[in-house]
């Protein structure tokens, strides 16, 4: 019997979940979910920490975030054109040193050619790219990328860093670190 990933392009609530595993549901990728359902579901808060090694029955991979938060559009239609194919998921997550986030592995068929196009069209960072910070203080926020200086730079936690310089969508100018970004697809 194949195993099932639900797809939820916005938010899913604690009902929904207990029905998918009650249907043999392996995996549910969701924009977003409330805290207090994980910790209805779980029994307890749920670490900030370290996740995905609870003993629930399936994995829950939120692109978003906790709140009542949707899918981006791009990833939602990206997930959507896989229906059907066979596909892996990786929930465990650590936001702390040694930083692991969840994976959603999707195996293709193609040539050679064809991926070296693929990655030759895809983002990069260059001054003018639209970013996602995906840490605090600005979590969330779109910035545009102003400078990129290629020396390192010492951070907070005295770790020696690539980082960029930004300016939020309110005129704020950022210095972060080029991990605590993702690119943003025009």
């Given at each position: 019997?194949?195993?099932?990933?639900?797809?939820?392009?916005?938010?899913?609530?604690?009902?929904?979940?207990?029905?998918?595993?009650?249907?043999?549901?392996?995996?549910?990728?969701?924009?977003?979910?409330?805290?207090?359902?994980?910790?209805?579901?779980?029994?307890?808060?749920?670490?900030?920490?370290?996740t995905?090694?609870?003993?629930?029955?399936?994995?829950?991979?939120?692109?978003?975030?906790?709140?009542?938060?949707?899918?981006?559009?791009?990833?939602?239609?990206?997930?959507?054109?896989?229906?059907?194919?066979?596909?892996?998921?990786?929930?465990h997550?650590?936001?702390?040193?040694?930083?692991?986030?969840?994976?959603?592995?999707?195996?293709?068929?193609?040539?050679?050619?064809?991926?070296?196009?693929?990655?030759?069209?895809?983002?990069?960072?260059?001054?003018?790219?639209?970013?996602?910070?995906?840490?605090?203080?600005?979590?969330?926020?779109?910035?545009?990328?102003?400078?990129?200086?290629?020396?390192?730079?010492?951070?907070?936690?005295?770790?020696?860093?690539?980082?960029l310089?930004?300016?939020?969508?309110?005129?704020?100018?950022?210095?972060?670190?080029?991990?605590?970004?993702?690119?943003i697809?025009?």
């Open positions: 019997m194949p195993r099932k990933i639900i797809i939820a392009g916005s938010f899913i609530r604690y009902h929904v979940i207990e029905n998918a595993r009650k249907h043999g549901v392996k995996a549910i990728i969701t924009g977003g979910i409330d805290d207090q359902d994980i910790k209805k579901l779980l029994g307890y808060d749920i670490g900030v920490a370290i995905g090694h609870e003993k629930i029955g399936l994995s829950i991979i939120c692109t978003e975030g906790f709140g009542k938060i949707t899918m981006a559009e791009k990833t939602f239609q990206l997930l959507k054109q896989f229906d059907g194919k066979r596909a892996s998921v990786h929930g997550t650590q936001i702390r040193a040694g930083v692991i986030r969840p994976e959603i592995i999707i195996p293709l068929d193609f040539d050679e050619s064809e991926l070296v196009a693929k990655e030759a069209s895809l983002p990069f960072l260059e001054i003018g790219t639209l970013v996602r910070v995906i840490r605090q203080p600005h979590f969330g926020r779109i910035a545009k990328v102003t400078a990129l200086p290629e020396e390192l730079t010492k951070v907070e936690s005295e770790t020696l860093v690539r980082i310089e930004a300016e939020l969508d309110d005129g704020i100018k950022i210095r972060i670190p080029r991990a605590n970004v993702e690119v697809e025009s």
